[in-house]
């Protein structure tokens, strides 16, 4: 059976998101690109509002939505900025390790705190010389007693000025590749870690990307999530589980988009009339709609098959991010181009959906490494129908 249709409590909760996007996010979503300011004051209000730490589970105070639900809230937040969003849906980011893989403690110790105020957790797995190569970590993690002690460098950490917490990805000294690598729950007031100022970045610009810094940062051995070794596992894992919502956050920037053109084309004209008449405009309009429609089926598709606990969830997980964040920036373009030159101006909305646009083919897998991964199925587990003749 094919259901498209979703529950009362989905439209609601869709409902509720759209409104606190508008009413929230939208107003304030010009200011805080330019300031490049943290946005804490709406982060705030999203906590109250319950749109956040979507997926901390209802036994630690967490609304414990499914991967449906999530992608319903982030399309309709990004779709009113990006930036606000990313620093937003960071928490679950950061807060999934711990839902995959925790004990029953580490889940009451850290989860429960983020749903009774607002806490920020980041996600490190990111360093200056590694980023799609996560086997490659350089961090270190050694034991010591009742402890690790932990080196390194995370670098590009969202809300990693601001975080309360960091999930850690460190490799034990001396170990190859994947093996070696752990995951830690390491809390702001460690000693030894460290935050550089926020990065200036091209979009996104509300949300904070900073250097964590960990210089002899001992851990209690209680912190490590999982067994040592897990940590490559884990981060794959995360990531299946997130990569749905970055391309749900990329159909809410993509549908404004496709909206901000349609307005600005039944608008403007050129040649006595009005540019919407053109069937070139009237093209990229169509295909605009046709992807936003394909992107949204995709992060449904791969949303479901996470509920579902279905076997190939981790490709469509790849494939709603890699057709999400590539038609994002395709159709950001073309709403640029039907703005003309006015699309070049930071005073037309449409400027800040492209710079922002852009992050979506970069973070959480690059579009390289999610073909990566569906090339890899391809060629190693997918089943032709046909044999051929
Ligand atoms: C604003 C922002 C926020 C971020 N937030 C976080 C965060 O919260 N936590 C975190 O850990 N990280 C974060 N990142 C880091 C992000 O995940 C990495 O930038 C991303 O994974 C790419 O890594 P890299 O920048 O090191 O590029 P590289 O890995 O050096 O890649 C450079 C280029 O080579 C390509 N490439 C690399 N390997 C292959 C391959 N095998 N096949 C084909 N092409 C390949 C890439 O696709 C890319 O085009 C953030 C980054 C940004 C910009």
New binding site residues.
């Given amino acids: 059976m094919v259901d498209f249709e979703l529950s009362a409590e989905q439209v609601a909760l869709r409902e509720r998101a759209r409104k606190f996007a508008v009413e929230e996010v939208l107003p304030v979503a010009k200011k805080y690109d330019r300031s490049g300011e943290f946005p804490r004051d709406v982060i705030e209000k999203a906590f109250k509002a319950g749109l956040m730490n979507l997926a901390i589970p209802k036994e630690y105070g967490g609304p414990g939505f499914g991967a449906i639900e999530t992608v319903l809230v982030v399309e309709e937040m990004a779709a009113a900025c990006a930036g606000i969003t990313?620093s937003i849906y960071?928490n679950d980011?950061g807060a999934t390790p711990i839902v995959l893989m925790g004990t029953p403690e580490q889940k009451k110790k850290y989860l429960t705190p983020l749903t009774q105020q607002l806490k920020l957790i980041?996600?490190?797995?990111?360093?200056p010389?590694?980023?799609?190569?996560v086997a490659g970590i350089q961090a270190t993690c050694q034991r010591d007693g009742e402890h690790y002690v932990l080196n390194g460098t995370?670098?590009?950490?969202?809300?990693?000025d601001y975080a309360d917490t960091y999930v850690v990805?460190a490799r034990l000294k001396d170990s190859k590749r994947h093996q070696g690598i752990c995951a830690f729950i390491v809390p702001r007031d460690t000693d030894g870690l460290s935050t550089s100022k926020p990065?200036e970045?091209l979009g996104?610009r509300a949300?904070d990307?900073a250097t964590v810094y960990l210089k002899d940062a001992r851990v209690p051995a209680e912190n490590l999530i999982g067994k040592e070794g897990a940590g490559f596992m884990l981060a794959m894992l995360t990531f299946m589980h997130t990569r749905p919502a970055i391309g749900a956050m990329a159909t809410g920037l993509a549908r404004s988009a496709m909206e901000y053109a349609i307005n600005y084309a039944k608008q403007r004209e050129a040649f006595e009339q009005k540019i919407a008449n053109f069937q070139a405009v009237q093209h990229m309009l169509a295909d605009m709609y046709a992807r936003v429609e394909a992107m949204r089926l995709l992060t449904w598709k791969a949303a479901w098959q996470l509920d579902h606990n279905a076997p190939e969830a981790n490709i469509a997980s790849s494939c709603a991010k890699l057709v999400g964040s590539e038609d994002a920036m395709k159709i950001a373009t073309d709403s640029l181009q039907i703005y003309g030159g006015r699309g070049y101006l930071e005073s037309y909305a449409i400027a800040k959906l492209f710079r922002d646009a852009k992050?979506y083919q970069?973070?959480?897998?690059?579009?390289?490494?999610q073909?990566?991964v569906i090339a890899r199925y391809l060629l190693e587990n997918y089943q032709p129908t046909m044999k051929g003749y």
Avoid: C, P
Wanted: aromatic share 16%; glycine share 8%; no cysteine.
């Fill in positions: 990313t960071v980011l980041s996600f490190a797995t990111s360093e010389a590694m980023g799609s190569d995370k670098f590009f950490i969202t809300n990693g990805f990065m970045k996104h949300s990307t992050l970069i973070y959480e897998g690059t579009s390289q490494v073909r990566y």
